[in-house]
């Protein structure tokens, strides 16, 4: 349930939030400025790259490290591929993960590590294994953490991770905007650097632009009815969100979404990219999840009963090329099976600046559903 006195209390939002999730989404635009000073400082620009590597490899912990390499992926194309190191382990902890090279990993890939914890032992010790490999190294962690002195002893470029005063509050959700922004920003200027995507000054300024425009339209103090991501929460309250995403750049923001709501709001999601989304959820959109779906006897009593879970489609779009959409299909879909759908579309500008559009709106409404959620 949803507790819709509370989205609508600015004062009320800020005590909810022990975690500085708010703070991190209203922030972000100020944490890509530090990030990218942050990179500028560490020496990324004064690089001369040989050329695009072979591969990018992309460790660490948590979904922040999922939608980095996600995203980078996604920007860089297929040129040279970017791959998640998935680790293994008995549990989510530092001292129990594992992080292992590919056999086939050289002198001719890129080790990426973004963490926002440091102590990992066994990131210390993939840092090592890039460095007898010939892998080229760089990562982002906190200042003074073990994984600095190891990427220094590797040889690599280290890049202290932007913080605030909150993020040494417990715990630390992979998921929070602080935390997402300020992994990826410094890796966006290095891959700029190399040549694998278009992140250079000027584009980070942009991006950051566009997150403090977001925050403007999304913060705590405007009402629900003239707030997208107050909106999108609102509407999300006792519904299971399934995700479609259209353009290159609305897939990993719906990724991102539906993490972030099970991480930060404990709620489930279903996503999927269009136009196979419509095929692979037809099904359940005529289910049991359906809108008009009442499997039991309509006439007993509901009063002491919790609402149904019902779907509702969340359609995130980027503008496609060359005119091609199927977002008419899908609103054909989920209209026909009384679903219903909300939007979302960024405005113009360059494909990372519509990405972190998509990505902050998204943020703040599931920050939102975290704070005002009750049992």
Known sequence: MLDESLLDTAEGLAEADRRGLLRGAAEAGARVRTAARHAIEAGVGDLKPDGRPRAVLIAGPGTAATHTADLLGSLAGPGSPVIRLAPTGVAPAAGALR??????????????????????PSLSLLAEQAY???????????????????????????????????????????SSPGVFWALLTPLLALLDRIGLVNAGPDALEKVADRLDGVAERCGPALATYSNPAKTLAAELADALPVVWTEGASAGPAGRRFADALAELAGRPALVAELPEALAAHRALLAGRLAANAD??????????????????????????????????????????????????????????????????VTDFAAVYLALTSTA
């Open 132 to 174: 007898r490999r010939g892998c080229t190294v760089a990562a982002v962690a906190p200042a003074g953490t073990p994984l600095a002195e190891a990427v220094a002893g590797a040889h690599g470029l280290f890049v202290p991770m932007a913080t605030a005063p909150y993020d040494q509050d417990e715990p630390v959700a992979a």
């Open 295 to 360: 499997p039991d006897d309509f006439f007993r009593d509901r009063v002491e009963e919790t609402p149904a879970l019902h779907a509702r489609v969340v359609l995130l779009r980027d503008r496609p090329i060359g005119g091609l959409t199927a977002a008419t299909a899908a609103r054909d879909l989920a209209l026909s099976r009384d679903t219903p759908i909300s939007e979302l579309e960024p405005e113009e500008g360059g494909e990372l600046e519509t990405l972190a559009e998509l990505i902050a």
């Open 99 to 120: 992080w292992e090279l590919p056999g086939w990993a050289g002198s001719v890939d890129l080790l990426l590590i973004a963490t926002p914890d440091g102590t990992e």
